[in-house]
């Protein structure tokens, strides 16, 4: 089993940056694909970023790209959320997931973390 705890939310004025943490334990998470997801106050999960176990490969929803990079420590299991240009509507709990297939569907990942909130204040 992996446990994963994201940690580095908070609010932040628009044009400012956060950078979120997710923290792998129970077991190595090198060789699963991590993913960023997000949730606003009465939306759907959507997909925000994820990087292929090896760390070469990432990809980002249109609405972010430019803005957030996607990163990870295999050596200290932990994947990593930059987020650059924050804007009012980047505003919602975001989750952390792993799993070993290379999906945007929530559903297909394994493992999640409880989510921490990110408020963008205008």
């Known amino acids: 089993q992996v446990q994963l705890v994201e940690s580095g939310g908070g609010s932040v004025q628009a044009g400012g940056s956060l950078r979120l943490s997710c923290a792998a334990s129970g077991r190595t998470v090198s060789n699963h694909n991590i993913a960023w997801f997000r949730q606003a106050p009465g939306k759907e999960r959507e997909f925000v970023a994820r990087i292929h176990r090896s760390g070469d490969i990432t990809y980002y929803a249109v609405s972010v790209k430019g803005r957030f990079t996607i990163s990870r420590d295999n050596a200290k299991n932990t994947g990593y959320l930059q987020m650059n240009s924050l804007k009012p509507e980047d505003t919602a709990v975001y989750y952390c997931?792993?799993?070993?297939?290379?999906?945007?569907?929530?559903?297909?990942?394994?493992?999640w973390g409880q989510g921490t909130q990110v408020t963008v204040v205008s």
């Open positions: 997931a792993a799993d070993e297939r290379w999906t945007l569907v929530p559903s297909n990942y394994d493992y």
